[in-house]
């Protein structure tokens, strides 16, 4: 090796070293604030920087990606200095290759993540699960069960199963950390945003994250660490009416007019409509009847039960507990104090809340089980749920032998679960199917014959096929909430303007006095 050799060599050693060590962004994550098919916010820790990225991967050469997009959002919460940058007009279902380059000129290494199908034939797939706080401790003992002593442990075996199993988002059912007043407040979510980083697939894949409110947080908690909407309750439009999913907030109560309006009034948008889904999940933190601790919450028996069993919800996803269950298929009982196992008409619940949070004994066990569980047990983990048009299949996933659970490599949408997992496997089988006469989504009726400019900065035409008669045009934005309306009579074009919405995707509702609804993406120009 010559002189030159070797000096190119050991610069080259040297460049690698100092980049990796003047690397000043950390603590990535990813999460949905507007529709998943074409947008996503980035996060990180430390240094400002930019984002620039596309479908080419070009690995760690940051001036090779064709786009770019600075920070949106800088602020300090709970002691994290966290950045935000929000891309947009994105193209569905593509992989998307990522790096920040920050001011003092590190590049972080190169990320990838994929956006979700606007086809309902798609499946996808996704975690569900909640808890991850640390237990309690003094002098450095543990006075809560952790298994092996040792709760956080546990949390980062399971962070590090995610990053095996590749799944499209995370549906996280709150509980993230202590956070009392006995606790290091900053050095708890420091703690939890370095365990994410074991989320990261080795070839840089990250997931996004679809976030609920639990008792150990507020909504300005995930906000601000996260960037998730700051409303305290929404829903996502999942694969274009594969999956209406909702995220709604246990911790302001279930009879909260506000919510209670805003969520009945989105279910009978899509129910028994044009624009109905094929699935409705609900993702909330504590849950209706807990198998620990907490026994039943009437209020959500007495205000949510009924919305969801009139309003066709397949599935409720919950947490708080700390302990695992799934239930048979039930309904609300006549005395509405539990459930009573109903193949027919029921809504399969599955929860509480293990991803490493301290263990409970359960409440009902032996003649006391309440029949409506199919299932519980104590012991780390959560579900995985890959759903098609037609079926909703869901394993529990223990937190176990992470090492040896192969990768899966492909970034294809919906996949299964990778070999060597251990899944739950108790009395009544490892896997529930939850299945429906799939109802092909389409318009029924075309009653918007023209919708132009869209994208548009302010003004929208929309043309009918005829004169309307008492129609009303609603506008709501990607996250269900309603914008503005207006009745539409005796016209056969209307003028919507749009200057005031949020940019991003929106969707108009067309509805007709007998009922009919008819559904519209409009883009919001930046
Ligand atoms: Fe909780």
Redesign the pocket.
Known sequence: MNVFNSYIISTSIFLLFAQEICSNTFHYTLSYRDDPSTTISIGWSGDDGVVYYGTTDYGSNYSSYPNSHATDRMLTHKGQNRRFSRLTGLQPNTVYYFVIHDISGATSQRFKFHTLSITPNTPVSFISGG?SRDGFSLLGVYIENCPSGDCRQKRKDGNAIVAKIRPDFIAFN??FVQNQITSDISQEWNNWLDDWQLTISSDGKMYPLVLTQ???EDNSDMYNLFDIPMDEYYTLDIHNGLIRFYSLNSEIGACNSTQLNWLTNDFSNYTNTAIEPNWKIVQH??PTYAMANYGLNQDQMNCWIDEFQTHGVNLVLE??SHTTKWSWPCTKNSSGDGFEKDTVNGIVYIGE?QWGAPHRDLDFTGNDQKSWIRDQGVFDGFFFIRTSKDTIQINNVKFENAASISLISDDVLGSYLPSGTTNWNPTNGSTIYITSTATEISEQFKIATKIYPNPSKSIIHIEFNKVLENNTLELYNSLGKLCSKESISGVNKHQLNIEKLCNGVNYILLKDDKGNIESHKIIKAE
Do not use: V
Request: glycine share 28%.
């Open positions: 808890d709150g509980d639990g008792n150990h933190h504590n947490s708080h809340g």
